[in-house]
């Protein structure tokens, strides 16, 4: 992985941020408290080709018996701040307040979205990431009860090929999205397929 450091300034903008996706960049923090901002650029990319996505039985067959009321956009900010609440199996977060205000204003412009797992009015899953051209930048996901944020994933998914994007980007695989069928893309093959989705019309979400 190669990451691109440099303090945050003022003069980061949101716009800034569009134009780091469109060339293979996402920003991260060291943590919370962290004011910094570095550019993070792979050497391989993780990708979840949306035509090889798979689903198990096992989780089809919970979505089937509908145990969360599935959202999209109603509650971003907080989405983000669940996302960056330490957990057991996540301690530390890279997201700092720097990148809640910027992606809270691509939300804003239509470039940054959430889907929610709801259970009543409590949100115990969700998902958030990036929207451009026809490609989706998956950033960060959390999970309050079991399977709510991998039953964000499958309708995320579904959003996206109904929509006709053709890039789910995960920056990085884990076995948990290896068993989605998330696969490791050099960044040269990567890049293509970015530069294909950037000429394409954005797409709405």
């Known amino acids: 992985m190669i990451g691109r450091r440099g303090k945050y300034y003022p003069t980061l903008t949101s716009d800034i941020l569009l134009r780091a996706y469109s060339i293979g960049l996402f ?8 004011p910094e901002i570095f550019w993070v650029e792979p050497e391989i990319r993780g990708v979840l080709p949306l035509d090889g996505f798979h689903l ?4 089809a067959k919970v979505i089937r018996k509908r145990p969360f009321d599935i959202r999209f956009d109603t509650a971003f900010d907080r989405v983000i ?18 990148i809640r205000l910027l992606y809270s204003e691509l939300h804003r412009m239509g470039h940054a979205h959430s889907v929610e797992a709801w259970e009543g009015e409590e949100l115990v899953g969700g998902l958030y990431g990036v929207s ?10 959390f999970s309050r009860r079991t399977n709510a944020s991998k039953i964000c994933l499958v309708f995320l998914v579904e959003r996206l090929r ?12 884990t076995e948990h999205l290896k068993t989605f069928g998330a696969i490791d893309v050099p960044k040269e093959t990567y890049l293509e ?4 989705a950037m000429d394409s019309p954005h797409l709405t979400f």
Do not use: H, V, Y
């Open 56 to 59: 198990s039985k096992s989780l």
């Open 81 to 98: 701040d669940r996302c960056a609440e330490p957990a057991e199996d996540r301690p530390n977060t890279w997201i700092n307040a720097t």
């Open 27 to 34: 920003p991260m923090a060291e943590s919370a408290d962290d």
């Open 193 to 196: 397929m970015l530069k294909e």
């Open 132 to 141: 451009l051209g026809s490609a989706f930048f998956g950033e960060s996901m």
């Open 162 to 173: 109904a929509q006709g994007f053709t890039i789910l980007d995960t920056q990085f695989t």
